[in-house]
């Protein structure tokens, strides 16, 4: 018996579960914001629309082996929005004890406290507003990195802060869930530079429904930055992981193509 046909099937098998264990993995968002142009495009298995701020945020280049472009914000009227409640597929992970959430996020600070809102933080990317606050990714004005997740009246569950964003590009990632709290992490080290354990009598907002935002809160905050490659999984992922997404690895997109390139060579095989 040929022993073609047998190679063929172990090849497809390995390829393929291989590969959509990591379509599984992906993120839930998954916004490269390297266009360039237009409006920018999710390219996680969720497909979500976004939309841009009436006075939008400008496309630049990136100038970073890893950021090639970028979406500038001016830190008073941009951001871009992604209604995942309008398009049926809302992010609950948070308030699961079983998933969590974790954020991550390319980021150049160009000035801090430009809002005038009075806070001394302002979002990479936020969700909640007004009795439905859930979570945010932040840079502090002191140039601190943070990340805090909330009660929906807004009292913090766990929310730290710490290291410092120096000038440039930065890798943020913050990761939460209800048993650990919430890890902050710079460019990748493996050492957080900040955490915190929940709060013994806080519980995660489970009602909240309000969009995800880049770059801005609904009352008023807005970051001056560039950001490039945001992406957020319904699961808190590995150091690994954190490494590779930020060498701008494992995308549900490439593990599709992938898949499509095993099917070609297996094709050739036959």
Not at 88 to 101: M, T
Not at 161 to 167: D, Q, R
Request: net charge neutral.
């Amino acid at each position: 018996m040929s022993q073609k046909p047998i190679t063929v099937f172990i090849l497809l098998f390995l390829l393929t579960t291989t590969t959509f264990a990591a379509v599984k993995s992906g993120p839930y968002l998954y916004l490269p914001l390297d266009e360039g142009s237009g409006t920018p495009k999710d390219l996680s298995d969720n497909q979500f629309k976004t939309e841009m701020s009436k006075a939008a945020p400008k496309w630049v280049d990136g100038g970073h082996p890893q950021v090639k472009k970028a979406l500038e914000f001016d830190g008073t009227s941009n951001f871009v929005k992604i209604d995942m409640e309008g398009q049926g597929k809302d992010i609950d992970s948070h308030y699961h004890p079983a998933k969590g959430l974790s954020i991550c996020a390319w980021v150049k600070v160009i000035k801090t406290g430009t809002d005038k809102h009075g806070q001394t933080r302002q979002p990479i990317v936020m969700k909640g507003a007004g009795g439905q606050w859930e979570f945010a990714l932040l840079v502090y004005d002191d140039l601190k990195a943070g990340m805090s997740v909330w009660t929906c009246p807004g009292s913090g569950v766990s929310e730290p802060s710490g290291g410092k964003i120096g000038p440039g590009w930065h890798f943020q990632c913050g990761t939460f869930n209800v048993t650990e709290g919430v890890k902050v992490y710079l460019d990748a080290k493996k050492t957080p530079v900040a955490k915190a354990e929940s709060k013994a009598d806080a519980t995660p907002c489970d009602k909240g429904k309000r969009p995800v935002f880049i770059g801005h809160r609904e009352d008023g905050q807005f970051l001056n930055a560039a950001i490039a490659q945001v992406m957020i999984w319904d699961r808190i992922i590995s150091l690994d992981e954190m490494a590779q997404a930020m060498a701008g690895v494992s995308t549900a997109v490439e593990a599709e193509e992938k898949l499509a390139t095993a099917w070609s060579k297996i094709k050739i095989l036959r």
